[in-house]
């Protein structure tokens, strides 16, 4: 992520439009984070969701496209990005459940935690968001704000629909009003990343 | 379903049919009763488009019933693909129609002189064979649609397309669904063209006047349905993931595991893959005024389809299943969800496998015939299959001939058929089970069944990486037996997790045939049908040496996590042992 620049970026949107961050939210989008705590120690106490929702919804979890079993030793670290899934079918989705009966069938896409330094500093992660977590978790992490880069936001404009202009009022950039049409017709940065904020009502 | 009616489509003077009872059969359904049927009946050394090959359909143990999750139709057959024995099953209204009208299985045999084309009529005043050359290379939609003119909407259709008139080794047999389309397939292993090879067209189940079947004790099987349905619903798979993305939903877990093999089996990981995801489909589905949720039969409490509409709001196909996206999207470099749509439905159409077909032209792309994401191109390339030309006549018979006429060294099959949509080398349990099963490599054949339930073969550490082997066979084994009751595969998940509601399946089990049902039954059941399967193979030829993944899994790491695969040969040869 280049932090050369930062643009900000603030939008109000009615809640039926979430579905259309969805892409963003897949794909991965990056924040910033304390970084060298665990896992656990993230999702509960910085992004504040609940240890039983991250014991019960949150089955699958990736830590750098590794299978993750234990949240309270998985540890952090800066440039880390780590995906969160429900329960998946099929054997390879009851095969990636965290601390599934299958997971033998995983070899070495299981995660080892090693003794290796994880520095306690702030950092950046970057997180994905998949199936029914997507609705779940998508409004809090776009309402404390995103990272994206610019062009990553540019294509993202220029793919929606009539529905979605027609519900967007324009936002605040850099602490100045823009109007949709503007959002619309022309890149307002060309380099580095935007902090997105979305605010549903 | 106390008859079996064997029709003899090479009889002199034209086909005939006979009646039998159950017999021995007695209380066997799905993949038990084809696969027993065919390791007694088939020479397993036979052509398998010729007449000495057989073809068995037959109901679920409790297809026909009120039971939820009950319409899976099995097909068995010695197959043209692989060689090996067949047994390959789809959802859709047949299984439940054929099982009220009262068979067990209707079997075709045989296989008449001439070019005349069949269709055979069966309802409860018995069962008629009559020639219509006017369905030859007739696809399926069109198919159904002629067919509906004459024979109505309250029926049920299995068909064949072009594919399986022409006998292409990649042609499957169609289902119709609740809505008269032939979405569902029996897809895998060709079985399709053992069909046209009898020369039948089409099967019309009429169950006008018939009942549903009637359980021996209805009270207890009303209860554990309830019981069962109720299982389903809470569970966040069946519940919840299921319903609202389809199986489609495993694309971008597979692809940030590192396992959703791309360009041919190149690489686990695919860039584009978000934009065929899931989550992604579900939306644009809604949004197009199709939908995300959609039974295949009626009795369905899962609906893990959906109905995929064009940007005009119009149908284009059923919603593509996982293995499909990622088959014709991820496999081939096409990111592209519209591009897979028309593909699927093409597929269903002249009547393919669809796993079979994406890796098919995988492997032309790696030939050089279209450059991999190459949209147009592989939608030009199914049009070939579609139209019986030389070309499309290569493609049609599969991965494995497609790779030796254009000399393609790294074609990912097993026995003939092509792998789906897991790479065996990040996923090593899976690679055993694309190595050992019956079937050719099948995702299928060792699914997260309830092993940790049934103690199939006993616990395996699942803190160890060892232990491939014993995991693959019990969840064979778990597998063959589901398979054999008719119930929907994707039940596995909440009776894994919910002791409950596996409970609740042995009951409705039990309770429908006045019997009582324990686990040991179904591992004893899942033992009988793999030792059969296993012996047919075994006297077809097959030994061990076939047991194998094609070479390059063991010498070509696949990024993100390079590995190859590395389950020792000796111990992969111990699997059947027991």
Partial sequence: MNATRQTRLTLTLPSSLIGDFFPILQQGFFVTAHVGCTLQRLLCRQWDISPDYVATRITTIFLNAKATDNVETAVVRDGATIALSGAMPGLVGATMRRGGHLAAMRGAMTYHETPADAVDRIGTVRVKLFNILLPELGPAFLGRGILVSCDDLASFFRERDESFWKSCDGGILDNMQVSAGRLRAEPFCREGTVRLTVNFR | ?578
């Fill in chain 2, 1 to 578: 379903m106390d008859r079996i009616a064997r029709i003899n489509m090479g009889a002199a003077g034209g086909p005939t049919v006979t009646f039998e009872e159950v017999g021995e059969y007695a209380g066997l359904g799905g993949r038990a009763l084809t696969s027993l049927l065919i390791a007694r009946e088939v020479h397993p050394l036979c052509h398998p488009l010729g007449n000495e090959n057989k073809l068995v359909i037959a109901p679920g143990m409790l297809s026909g019933t009120t039971g939820s999750m009950t319409g899976r139709l099995s097909v068995g057959c010695k197959s043209p693909l692989t060689g090996t024995i067949k047994e390959s099953n789809a959802g859709g209204q047949a299984a439940q129609v054929m099982a009220r009208i009262g068979y067990a299985a209707v079997i075709l045999e045989g296989k008449p002189e001439g070019d005349d084309l069949y269709k055979i009529i069966i309802n409860k005043d018995g069962i008629k064979i009559e020639v219509d050359n006017s369905l030859k290379l007739m696809d399926n939609y069109p198919l159904v649609e002629k067919l509906r003119q004459e024979y109505g909407d309250k029926v049920a259709y299995i068909t064949i397309g072009s594919g399986g008139e022409r006998q292409l080794l990649a042609a499957s047999i169609a289902c119709t669904d609740p809505e008269l389309r032939p979405t569902r397939h029996c897809g895998r292993g060709g079985v399709g063209a053992v069909m046209g090879s009898k020369r039948v067209k089409a099967i019309i189940l009429d169950d006008a006047g018939m009942k549903m079947r009637a359980p021996k004790d209805p009270e207890k099987f009303r209860d554990a349905n309830r019981k069962f349905v109720e299982g389903l619903r809470k569970h966040p798979v069946t519940g919840e993931g299921l319903p609202a993305y389809g199986t489609n939903v495993l694309t971008n877990v597979l692809n940030e595991a590192g396992g959703y093999p791309t360009y041919n089996f190149k690489q686990g990981q695919f860039a584009g893959a978000a934009k065929l995801s899931g989550e992604a489909q579900a939306e644009l589905e809604i949004k197009r005024g199709g939908s995300a949720t959609h039974g295949c039969h009626r009795g369905c409490v899962i609906q893990c389809s959906g109905i995929y509409n064009d940007k005009d709001g119009h149908y284009i196909t059923k919603q593509p299943e996982y293995e499909t996206v990622w088959s014709h999207g991820g496999n081939c470099g096409i990111d592209d969800l519209d591009t897979v749509a028309r593909l699927d439905f093409m597929d269903d159409n002249i009547g393919l496998d669809t796993i079979e077909m994406g890796v098919t032209i995988g492997v032309a792309m790696d030939a050089g015939l279209i450059p991999f994401g190459d949209r147009e191109g592989a939608i030009r390339l199914l049009d070939e299959v579609g139209k019986g030309t030389p070309l499309g006549r290569v493609l049609g018979c599969g991965a494995e001939i497609t790779g030796k006429v254009f000399g393609v060294e790294k074609v990912p099959v097993v026995k003939g058929q092509a792998m789906p949509a897991y790479d065996p080398r990040p996923i090593q349990g899976i690679g055993v089970t694309y190595a050992t099963t019956t079937q050719g490599a099948d995702h299928t054949a060792g699914y997260a069944i309830a092993t940790n339930i049934l103690k199939v073969g006993g616990d395996v550490d699942p803190l160890k990486t060892e232990g491939q082997v014993e995991l693959s066979r019990n969840l064979q084994i778990a597998t063959a037996a589901i398979d054999s009751t008719g119930m929907c595969l994707f039940i596995a998940f909440a009776i894994m997790d919910q002791p409950e509601t596996f409970q609740a399946l042995l009951d409705m089990l039990g309770a429908f045939y006045g019997i009582t049902m324990t686990g040991d039954d179904v591992v004893a059941l899942g033992k009988k049908v793999l030792s059969a399967e296993r012996d047919f193979n075994a006297r077809a030829g097959f030994t061990k040496a076939h047991d194998r993944l094609p070479r390059f899994f063991y010498t070509e790491p696949i990024a993100p996590h390079n590995q190859v695969f590395s389950v020792p040969d000796e111990e992969m040869d111990q699997l059947f042992n027991w």
